[in-house]
């Protein structure tokens, strides 16, 4: 794709709108995790270094186009203006002429941070009105936001049809890079390892990746569907009886393009959903009736680590148990263990996944880690994100 990275683009001197992703939890007004902040940090240096005049926006929380005092962005400005050494400026809003006049006051190397996108209904209905009002602000549109990319909102996609020069922040840029790259020319073997609670979730992206992959790893809940639909009694785990037909036939589709699948072959099962419920290790053919599994067991762990030796790339996304209950984080630690050790270009899609890899101290074994979540999947999906189509000039 043809597009620019912001190291590409001409900014010195330029009012340049950064959309960001501070969509950061806040209680009693203060920020309780800086994750995304920091993550955006390289690009907005950049800026500013290069003597950008840098105008931020970003989305926070759910105002359903309202103002709600709660969702204000202040705290974040506070949080930034510590990171950077140097004062945020703090809009009053995103839009108007106070904004505008605001913007047009800016002296190169310093930076403003819009208020709330979403107090305005004109961002989630990406409103031509509200786009080209946010247009108005600047001269240069960089979007480092990959977690909305997949969002056709004013700020993500209306926004960049009104300015002149358009490009992708360090962050966006890395995505783009792993995940495209990992779909297009991975180095092979490739292998995809998939977890998590349902087999809905991540039909779309298994049939993607059917074409792509030479080994597919499948665990966590949605792996119950797939027991059952080969004739294994799971007892009471996670079942998707609406879904079993289509387990059937992505299982046909498996043998029938020649990739190997790999199931897991015995759990750690429990009599209740609870972290201090009776539980043991139980292979598929001697599933407890009323048993749950909650992880997969000690046998499954050493097949899927055999399963990622050796390999080029391996894609992971979704856990492999319910790893917040100590008992049943086995399985996800082994895996992420094997994963990364295994010399591969590793790559996490991004949630619950990136979770348990930073519980477990490994983040920085992993060559990426997604900061999407429905935008990574809709992205191993094949589907277009609007967010990175519009950049593409």
């Excluded at 935008?375 to 000039?393: F, M, Q, S, W």
Aim: include cysteine; aromatic fraction near 6%; proline fraction near 5%.
């Amino acid at each position: 794709m043809a597009i620019k990275g912001i190291d590409e683009l001409r900014i010195e001197g330029k009012r340049v709108f950064l959309r960001v992703d501070f969509n950061v939890p806040i209680e009693k007004g203060e920020v309780k995790d800086a994750t995304r902040i920091e993550a955006a940090l390289p690009t907005i240096r950049y800026a500013l270094q290069h003597r950008a005049k840098l105008i931020l926006a970003s989305h926070l929380g759910r105002p359903k186009g309202k103002v709600v005092p709660e969702l204000s962005l202040r705290p974040v400005a506070k949080v930034l203006s510590e990171k950077l050494g140097q004062e945020v400026l703090m809009a009053p809003d995103c839009i108007g002429p106070q904004v505008e006049e605001m913007a047009s006051r800016l002296k190169e190397g310093e930076v403003m941070l819009l208020e709330n996108l979403r107090f305005h209904p004109g961002e989630e209905k990406n409103d031509p009105g509200f786009a080209q009002a946010l247009a108005r602000l600047a001269e240069v549109y960089v979007n480092d936001a990959f977690g909305t990319a997949h969002r056709a909102h004013a700020s993500i996609e209306g926004i960049a049809h009104y300015v002149k020069e358009v490009g992708c922040g360090f962050l966006m840029k890395k995505e783009i890079e792993y995940l495209q790259g990992a779909l297009k020319s991975p180095k092979r073997p490739f292998v995809a390892v998939l977890g998590g609670a349902k087999v809905s979730d991540k039909i779309g992206v298994i049939r993607n990746l059917l074409h792509k992959v030479d080994r597919l790893l499948i665990g966590g809940g949605m792996s119950y569907t797939f027991l059952r639909a080969q004739g294994y009694n799971v007892g009471r785990s996670l079942v998707e009886e609406e879904k079993l037909q289509q387990a059937r036939e992505i299982l046909r589709e498996v043998e029938a393009k020649g990739v190997e699948l790999q199931l897991p072959v015995d759990h750690i099962a429990a009599q209740e959903f609870s972290p201090d419920a009776p539980r043991k290790v139980v292979r598929n053919e001697e599933f407890p009736p009323g048993w749950v599994g909650l992880d997969i067991g000690p046998e499954t762990v050493a097949s899927f680590r055999r399963g990622v030796e050796g390999a080029g790339t391996v894609l992971w996304n979704g856990p492999m148990g319910v790893f917040e209950m100590e008992p049943f984080q086995e399985g996800t630690k082994g895996v992420a263990e094997a994963i990364a050790s295994s010399g591969a270009v590793s790559i996490v899609g991004g949630g619950d996944t990136a979770r348990a890899v930073a519980q477990f101290g490994l983040t920085d074994k992993f060559s990426h880690i997604s900061t999407g979540g429905g935008a990574t999947l809709e992205l191993l999906e094949g589907k277009e994100l609007p967010g990175i189509v519009v950049l593409d000039r």
